[in-house]
């Protein structure tokens, strides 16, 4: 899957290794709340090609919270 990617943290893209992690969190917490893979794969397209303010709010709530807030009604990431 691509998404954003930069070279530093302080980017408002993910970098390779943050992307790897948060793919794999979101999966598992996804698969955990037994949301079908269709449905997963929108989530996770909404939450790794989001805007600047939205992947700063990622790094801050991390992946746990942001897959609950991400099935929520407007929310940041849109989906």
């Known amino acids: 899957m691509e998404a ?3 070279s530093g943290k302080n980017s408002s893209f993910l970098t390779d ?7 794999f969190a979101f999966r598992d917490e ?3 709340m037994h ?3 269709e449905k997963q794969e929108y989530y996770l397209e909404k ?5 600047e303010d939205a992947i ?6 991390g992946a746990i919270a942001i897959s609950r807030e991400v099935v ?5 990431f849109g989906a």
């Open 4 to 6: 954003n990617k930069g």
């Open 17 to 23: 290794d943050e992307l790897a992690v948060y793919e």
């Open 30 to 32: 996804f698969n955990g």
């Open 35 to 37: 949301i079908p893979l």
């Open 47 to 51: 939450i790794l090609y989001a805007d």
């Open 56 to 61: 700063l709010h990622l790094r801050k709530k």
């Open 72 to 76: 929520q009604e407007d929310n940041i």
